[in-house]
Structure formats: C-alpha cells, structure tokens
C-alpha cells in the first residue's frame, strides 16, 4: 500500500520498488586497477506497479489527474509519500516523474497502472544545504 499527501493510491496487487544510484566513474584507465570515483548518492526512485478494475475509472482519473497537477509556479506538486519501503529508504518526499502508464488486462478486467516517483530533498540534499548555510554563516565578508 502507499499512500501520496494521505490519499490512498487505488488498486491491489501494489508491487513498490525503491531504488537509488551510488554514482561514481571509472578512473583506471587503460590498466588493471580498479579506481573509482565517488560522486555521492542520487535521488531515489520509486517505481509503482498497480492494478485498477475497468469499473473503478473514476480511480485511475484520479491518480492521473494528481500525476499532471501543477503548483502556482507551474512546477509538479511535491508529496508526501508513506509506505514501508520508502520508510525503509528514509524517502519522504517525491514528485511523479517520467512515464506513467495504463495497459489493459482483459483476463482480469482491469488496468496494469505504473508510475515513478522521483525523491524530492533527499537526506544527502538536506545535509548539503544544511553544510552550505553553515559554511555562509561562518565567513564573513572583506
């Protein structure tokens, strides 16, 4: 289950899978060794995979109109997000992003919904800016 600003997102058989990149690159060259780079843990992402009965269309409606909404300055709405995988991810908040999907499945008369969630101010982007407004308030102009 997972719930997006305390709606429930609508359908069974809900499958969540969160997932994030430890980005780095590759620095051996052209020899054996192993060198790598680390460039710090992007965003994670999660993918959500449901099933919404054809008789319930007022619900996929819903959850794709929330998909499109935009804040005041034109940008996606951030949501909270709450379900145990996040939890377990510390991913609080996220805005729809990328493709989302509706195919349907005539054998059990339903829609196989699926949509991406891209994590908003993540733990390393909170920790970035809280080491930025310390590092501001510890100079002092010449």
């Not at 060794?33 to 007022?58: H, M, R, Y």
């Not at 939890?87 to 509706?102: I, L, W």
């Not at 407004?133 to 002092?140: L, Q, V």
Request: aromatic share 6%; glycine share 6%; net charge negative.
């Amino acid at each position: 289950m997972i719930a997006l600003d305390g709606w429930q997102v609508p359908g069974y058989e809900t499958k969540i899978k969160c997932s994030f990149k430890l980005a780095g690159e590759d620095l051996s060259g052209y020899g054996s060794l192993t060198l790598s780079s680390d460039n710090g843990v992007k965003p994670a992402v999660l993918s959500v995979t449901t099933k919404i009965p054809f008789n319930e269309k007022s619900d996929l409606a819903k959850l794709i109109s929330k998909a499109k909404e935009l804040d005041e300055h034109g940008a996606r709405i951030i949501r909270t997000v709450n379900c145990d995988v996040a939890e377990s991810f510390k991913v609080r908040k996220t805005k729809f992003d990328g493709e989302m999907s509706a195919t349907e499945d005539e054998d059990v008369k339903a829609w196989i919904v699926s949509f991406n969630l891209l994590e908003v101010m993540s733990k390393s982007e909170r920790e970035q800016l809280q080491l930025d407004g310390e590092a501001s308030n510890n100079t002092t102009p010449q």
